[in-house]
């Protein structure tokens, strides 16, 4: 079982960087692979990066390929997601979520455990 943890959201304007951080409990940690999905008021969940297990593979959507990073520090428990240059349509809740399968899947089904959320709001 993995208990998930979001941090770092909040208020910033256009241009600027977040960094949101998710702690996770558990022992094995290290053989999920993790993602970062996000919800805007109205709109269903979207998956946005996620990282494998080890780190040595990453994915995005193409709206954030340059601007966001995905990383993980297994000897604590953390994924990040970096997010840099933050645009309007960034707004959203931004979740993570914990997969046993380390196939880097984009569908929220083939996530089992999944934090509360932290909400990321960019002005213009």
């Known amino acids: 079982q993995v208990q998930l943890v979001e941090s770092g959201g909040g208020l910033v304007q256009a241009g600027d960087s977040l960094r949101l951080s998710c702690a996770a409990s558990?022992?094995?940690?290290?053989?999920?692979?993790m993602a970062w999905f996000r919800q805007a008021p109205g709109k269903e969940r979207l998956f946005v990066a996620s990282?494998?297990?080890?780190?040595?593979?990453?994915y995005y959507i193409d709206s954030v390929k340059g601007r966001f990073t995905v990383s993980r520090d297994n000897a604590k428990n953390t994924v990040f997601l970096h997010m840099n240059s933050l645009k309007p349509e960034d707004t959203a809740v931004y979740y993570c979520?914990?997969?046993?399968?380390?196939?880097?899947?984009?569908?929220?089904?083939?996530?089992?455990?999944w934090g509360q959320g932290t909400q990321v709001t960019v002005s213009s």
């Open positions: 979520a914990a997969s046993s399968s380390d196939s880097g899947v984009a569908s929220p089904y083939a996530y089992d455990h």
């Open positions: 558990g022992r094995t940690f290290s053989r999920y692979h």
């Open positions: 990282i494998s297990w080890s780190g040595s593979r990453t």
